[in-house]
T-cell receptor, first 118, second 113 residues
């Protein structure tokens, strides 16, 4: 069964510094997608970044970048120049097509709460 | 402005009552999903729909029901058979329902009194 593990329940960082959130996953599939979603206090789930497993190049979106290590099944998120607005819950998620569901299925980790301090 | 709307934002229910949560999208997405979020846990899939008039159970469908009569709408009914319905409910949609990014609505907080 596919699982996603986020081993850091809480993290904190000072404004303008860099922080890395960890995520590992377990799957026997070769084709899949990985995501980081952000859930601020408003609780809206917002897509931060997406990575296709077949791409070797790490995805980047402005201050957000990932370190995708396929062999190690690791997918960490680096936030550079942290801002107060980055304070949120961050969820790592894994998606693949499941024949038993006849659809893609998004599997979430339990989240990491990030606090950015001024 | 394209997006996903959910209503109401907060919902209170007495035990034994059924309630319906609304989810509407104007993104022209084919697939729609309902998730439940509990404290300290990730999201869990309740129901999903690939096309109009078709839907499938997710991991925790017991006590819930859905309909998909229109492409834009995917309402979720929380029935009295759901033993622990107090939670945050999120609706999502995606373009093709096959390894495509899911976008989420703002959520509904359901509290059973």
């Amino acid at each position: 069964a596919q699982t996603v593990t986020q081993s850091q329940p809480e993290m904190s960082v000072q404004e303008a510094e860099t922080v890395t959130l960890s995520c590992t996953y377990d799957t026997s599939e070769n084709n899949y997608y990985l995501f980081w979603y952000k859930q601020p206090p408003s609780r809206q789930m917002i897509l931060v970044i997406r990575q296709e497993a077949y791409k070797q190049q790490n995805a980047t979106e402005n201050r957000f970048s990932v370190n995708f290590q396929k062999a190690a099944k690791s997918f960490s998120l680096k936030i550079s120049d942290s801002q107060l607005g980055d304070t949120a819950m961050y969820f790592c998620a894994f998606m693949t097509f499941l024949r038993s569901y006849n659809t893609d299925k998004l599997i979430f980790g339990t989240g990491t709460r990030l606090q950015v301090f001024p | 402005d394209g997006g996903i709307t959910q209503s109401p934002k907060y919902l209170f229910r007495k035990e034994g009552q059924n309630v319906t949560l609304s989810c509407e999208q104007n993104l022209n997405h084919d697939a729609m999903y309902w998730y439940r979020q509990d404290p300290g846990q990730g999201l869990r899939l309740i129901y999903y729909s690939q096309i109009v008039n078709d839907f499938q159970k997710g991991d925790i469908a017991e006590g819930y029901s859905v309909s998909r009569e229109k492409k834009e709408s995917f309402p979720l009914t929380v029935t009295s058979a759901q033993k622990n319905p107090t939670a945050f409910y999120l609706c999502a949609s995606s373009q093709r329902g096959y390894t495509d990014t899911q976008y989420f609505g703002p959520g509904t907080r359901l509290t059973v009194l």
